[in-house]
């Protein structure tokens, strides 16, 4: 019985085949508050790992999904992903210290309503002020429990409940590179024109995602938004376009 | 040597084996629909049969070549004609300056792959691969090749082998087969049978994000709301609306719906070219029995 600090690991994943060339490894007991550690800290080794034919590994909330190459295994899939597993905790336990702690990303957002398209709205139907909405949702921090919908495309949460707001019933058939919306208990960043049904509450200047640099978020990151003008924001835009 | 795009195709596109290693960023691979055939039109001509090449959907792109140079067609035949005389698919066809291409029906299966002898213009290549999850072939578009000097391709036992065998697996009547997923057993009982039993259709309004199928409408035994996780091409989900569909090969990373199982590898090409008013029937395989069917159809194409 290996044990990593309090927690014994062995019982921690479910192992469960998705098809012919995926795994899925799950958290036996769902997620608690925010990405979990061990789970974060599988999907570092098995990237460290670089097994051949492993064409993918993704993370999401309580999951991380394996791809894999049919024709790099001859062995059943199970057994391949258990022996992974093994030398994960093997490796966990000689660490001990689980020190994987998450990078903390600071996003600058600019709050205007002509940039937060739905901020007034938002604020109606949150009830508050949009101040207190821009308060609520700067002080938060948030955890990427993971990409998809468009290249870059973080899913973070949890909004505070007092500004979880519905998706627009339509969505909008364009929404700006770096809008900042929340939809329920999940806020994001559109990374590039597109449509969406998000409310739309301010707008960041960094490039959420570039060709060459990629996606500026993994999952397991934190994130935290941090509010700036209007002035601000035409300044870092201007040199978010020059770079 | 080049080829040009003189009539830009409903939605025509460089494809290769796909963008593998990015999806945790939220970058789909955007493989070909159909790998078999894209694989053969490559085997046919002596290349590599990872090498990228154009997938084209009715109506299709037409082209004009520069340069002499053999290409290849296969897959959904679309009654390809080089300056209004027909061509075979399957075969090495030299072409020669001024030559067009065009395609005139679509008379059976879905995505047609053009094959270059030699190699196409790395400068397409984004993250390890030309696959792009747009259309990418556009009027006046130039494509370089990097035609490879030789004077004949012969087509010989072994590869009219392999011709036949794909054919036979793309146009069949078979079943296509699944592994169940993680929530088939959240299916309703009835919903199951119905599945296992009744025939499905794929609608119009399917691309290549995914197949939205007609059937019978299939429910949950209870409702259940579950956290996103991968998906992959081949995944079955059920809508909220009873409806499957199966997400092809420019799906999206990861998915919250109900997923009920994935369509093993080497039906997905024959899925891929089904056209809509041909009905199919779903049935159960396992991991062993798709690997076994994987590696016996890539064994093929190694000569």
Known sequence: MVSLGMQSLDNKFQVQLLGDHAILIKLSKGLNAGMDKDLLALAQFLKAQKVPGMKDIILAYDNLTLVYDIL??????????????????????????????????????????????????????????????????????????????????????????????????????????????????????????????WQIIGRTPLKIFDPVKLSLFSAGDQVQFDPIDLALFHQLNNQADVC | MSVKIIKKGLSDRIVDQGRFGFQDLGIQPSGPMDFLSAQLANLILGNDITEPIFELHFPASVFEFEEPMYICISGANFVPVINEKSVALNTSIQVYPKDQLSFLQP???????????????????????????????????????????????????LKQNVIQQVQKNLFNEDEIRFIPGPAWNDLDPASIQLLMQEAFTIDSKS????????????????????????????????????????????????????????????????????????????????????HALYRSIQSWFIH
Not at chain 2, 107 to 133: I, P, T, V
Request: aromatic share 8%; hydrophobic share 40%; proline share 5%.
């Open chain 1, 72 to 197: 790099h295994f001859d062995t059943n899939p199970y057994f391949f992903v258990n022996q992974l597993l093994d030398a994960f905790i093997t490796e966990a336990s000689n660490n001990n210290a689980s020190n994987n702690t998450a990078r903390l990303i600071k996003v600058p957002v600019c709050y205007d309503p002509s940039l937060g398209i739905d901020l007034e709205h938002a604020a109606l139907i949150a009830k508050c002020s949009i101040d207190a909405l821009i308060q609520a949702h700067t002080t938060a921090i948030y955890t990427v429990y993971c990409l998809g919908f468009l290249p870059g495309f973080a899913y973070m949460g949890d909004v505070p409940k007092k500004i979880q707001l519905p998706r627009h019933p339509q969505p909008r058939t364009k929404v700006a590179a770096g809008s900042v919306g929340i939809a329920g208990k999940q806020t994001g960043i559109y990374p590039m024109d597109s449509p969406g049904g």
């Open chain 2, 107 to 157: 008379l059976e299966g879905r995505s047609c792959y053009l094959a270059f002898k030699g190699r196409l213009d790395e400068n397409k290549k984004w993250l390890n691969s030309y696959a792009s999850f747009k259309t990418t072939l556009n009027k006046g578009d130039h494509f370089a090749i990097d035609t490879a000097a030789e004077n004949n391709i012969s087509i010989d036992a």
């Open chain 2, 207 to 290: 691309n290549r994000m995914g197949f939205l199928l007609n059937g019978p409408s299939l429910q949950l035994a209870a409702t259940k709301q579950y956290l996103s996780s991968a998906v992959t091409m081949g995944t079955l989900q059920l809508l909220p609306n009873g409806q499957i569909i199966v997400l092809m090969a420019d799906h999206q990373t990861i998915g919250g719906y109900a997923n009920l199982g994935q369509i093993i590898l080497v039906d997905l090409p024959r899925l891929a070219q089904l056209n809509n008013h041909r009905p199919f029937k779903l049935s159960i395989t396992n991991v062993q029995t798709a």
